[in-house]
């Protein structure tokens, strides 16, 4: 049974809603985006949360410090790399921070991911390639691209929504991560979570 990440989560209702329906992990974003709030709202907002929730940082292409400024002032637990992060900023993270890292892959062939999986970090979130955007763009990839031998536990990210949840459970994936597939009209839907977190969870 995969686990789940709601992502892009930015106002108290938000908060409330994942509170209720208990998925896996969150995300807050840092990078530039619609869904983007600065660590001091971060820090506001998790302590309004389950603490047994764990909360991924979203980052993209941003300095050192700020990812462990982010960690230090409580306000994430995890750190997702998003951008074009090599192995050279996961290590000098590790030195700095002692928490799960997760490096974002674009994916628009299977060599993108064997390449990745060389890297030092603990996951794996496979998501769709644009040249628009480094995530965040609602579209899917052809899951027949990550390989099964893959050695990283992986977030398989990209284009899920309550539609297609079930054949993302099928794809071996260590957890389903959902942002846009979660919103109406921009905003988080709890009815949508609700489902969503369901879904994930079911035995069947």
């Known amino acids: ?25 969150i995300g807050f974003v840092f990078a530039p985006s619609k869904r ?15 603490v047994d929730i764990p909360v991924l940082g ?7 410090e700020e990812m462990v400024s982010c960690v230090e002032s409580g306000a994430v637990d995890w750190i997702q790399l998003h951008g074009d992060e090599t192995e050279v900023v996961i290590r000098k993270l590790r030195e700095r921070v ?5 490096k974002a892959v674009r994916v628009r ?8 999986d060389k890297l030092s970090c603990d996951y794996l979130l496979l998501d769709a390639f644009s040249p628009e955007a480094y ?33 993302a459970r099928k794809t071996n994936c260590y ?7 979660a919103e109406t009209d921009g905003c988080k839907d709890a009815k949508k979570i609700e489902e969503l977190v369901r879904a994930a969870h079911s035995c069947c």
């Not at 686990?3 to 994942?18: F, N, P």
């Not at 979203?58 to 050192?64: A, H, P, R, Y």
């Not at 002692?98 to 997760?102: A, E, N, Q, S, W």
């Not at 990283?152 to 054949?167: C, K, M, R, T, V």
């Open 109 to 116: 062939e299977e060599a993108d991911v064997y390449e990745a």
């Open 175 to 181: 957890a389903i991560d959902v942002s846009g597939g």
């Open 36 to 50: 983007q709030i600065t660590r001091e709202k971060a820090v506001q907002l998790k302590g309004l949360l389950t």
């Open 98 to 102: 002692k928490v799960p890292i997760v």
């Open 135 to 167: 995530g965040g763009t609602g579209q899917r990839f052809s899951w027949d691209m990550i390989p099964k031998d893959i050695r990283h536990p992986y977030f398989l990210a990209g284009g899920i929504d309550i539609s297609n949840i079930e054949e």
């Open 58 to 64: 979203v980052f993209v292409n941003q300095s050192l």
């Open 1 to 25: 049974m995969p686990k789940i990440k709601i992502c892009g989560l930015k106002r108290k209702e938000d908060i409330a809603y994942v509170n209720q329906w208990q998925p896996d992990f």
